[in-house]
């Protein structure tokens, strides 16, 4: 192992290979990926995969922009299927989320999002089975669908590491090495230190512990979140990802003909342990399911229920990302994605590669202050100019 780099990334998840291939695009070669188990090892493998650009944060909608940009050129940029799939993606909403809609829409639109408001004649096409009564409006993105992200992490490190990245699986850095208020570099735990001029963090849920030590204080809650796949007992065909702000819920299609169903509503954390939680769904979330399902899609008129499991958000009071250098000169962070983090995988990897070799970003509508860690202590928020009744914490 190389006892000095340009860059150290901390965690070998999604966000971390995602930087380590932003920066060898950038021929920023010198890079050591620290993982303390495997690739895509944690989080990163619970992800439902959805890939949309709507949101009400002009500067989130554009990362994920940038993200579905590369998912469509998956091919050309590493070379193999990395489990994309482009069914589309529709919104739908009640009577008092309709002009939210259409204003974020609009604001959609001129940070590039391919999107546009449908009927419900167009959206029961795209879902016979589901009861589309209650819904005033919808939004459409013909270029939404859903993907892999352990499969996009792996291809992001396979193709970091063809040019030179080193990647250290199974690796477990203990913590920072400082000089004064600059980090030079990490400490591993058989005793290595590594130098690094540059240090960064992409720890996702155990962030919060790791930086403690060191003050700086990354505000994250770690929430679990519970996944179901279904069967549908109709054949419902590459349908598209279907997101209902009236019941707050999300399904979409797994390739193996069966739907996963995540509840939208958030409103209540269930506060975990990452290292120490129940990896299956409730029988209470069970019911959720069962309950919300069978409404929406009265269609559905043999379902059953085939699997669950459970991951963990790192959430932060916004409910958006914190990619920002920090009160260490050198060390910056990557995390608190909030369940947003595999759309905008791509654009995290390229605005981390901006600070590490510009200082800003270079993307105008990605500007480097809207993720900044130091909002929290301000107490100036990164919310949505045009929050939806209900899940303003997703949207």
Request: glycine share 12%.
């Amino acid at each position: 192992m190389s006892t000095t780099a340009d860059v150290v990334i901390v965690g070998g998840g999604l966000e971390g290979t995602a930087v380590a291939w932003a920066l060898s695009q950038r021929d920023v070669t010198d890079v050591t990926v620290l993982e303390r188990n495997t690739v895509g090892s944690g989080m990163t493998g619970k992800s439902s995969g959805i890939v949309r650009c709507h949101y009400g944060v002009s500067s989130l909608a554009a990362m994920a922009t940038v993200g579905l940009e590369v998912f469509e050129k998956a091919e050309q940029y590493f070379g193999t299927d990395i489990g994309f799939r482009q069914t589309g993606y529709v919104v739908g909403v009640g009577e008092p989320n309709v002009d939210n809609l259409r204003k974020s829409l609009a604001a959609q639109r001129e940070v590039g999002v391919q999107t546009e408001e449908i009927d419900a004649t167009d959206v029961a096409k795209l879902w016979p089975w589901a009861d589309l009564e209650p819904f005033a409006a919808f939004g459409w993105e013909p270029r939404g669908g859903h993907g892999d992200a352990y499969q996009t992490a792996q291809a992001f490190a396979v193709t970091a590491r063809a040019a030179g990245v080193r990647i250290h699986q199974g690796t477990n850095v203990t913590g920072l090495t400082l000089d004064g208020a600059r980090v030079i570099g990490v400490e591993l735990a058989d005793g290595t230190r590594i130098s690094a001029g540059t240090v960064v963090v992409t720890t996702g849920v155990w962030t919060r512990p790791f930086l403690a030590p060191y003050g700086v204080d990354v505000p994250i809650r770690v929430h679990r979140e519970q996944i179901v796949t279904i069967k549908p007992g109709v054949r419902t065909g590459p349908v598209p990802v279907f997101s209902d702000l009236v019941s707050l819920q999300y399904i979409r299609p797994e390739p193996n003909g069966e739907l996963l169903f995540g509840n939208s509503d958030l409103t209540e954390l269930e506060l975990a342990d990452p290292d120490d939680y129940l990896n299956r769904a409730t029988d209470g979330f069970i019911d959720l399911t069962v309950d919300k399902v069978g409404t929406r899609f009265p269609g559905f008129d043999d379902a059953a229920i085939t699997g669950s499991y459970a991951g963990c958000y790192d959430v932060t009071p916004d409910w958006n990302p914190i990619i920002s250098p920090t009160g260490i000169d050198g060390l910056i962070v990557a995390a608190g994605f909030s369940g947003h983090g595999f759309k905008i995988a791509p654009a995290v990897g390229k605005l981390v590669a901006d600070l590490v070799t510009e200082g800003h970003s270079c993307d105008p509508r990605i500007p480097e202050s809207d993720f900044r860690l130091a909002r929290f202590a301000e107490d100036n928020l990164l919310t949505s100019r045009y929050p939806y009744v209900g899940a303003g914490e997703m949207r």
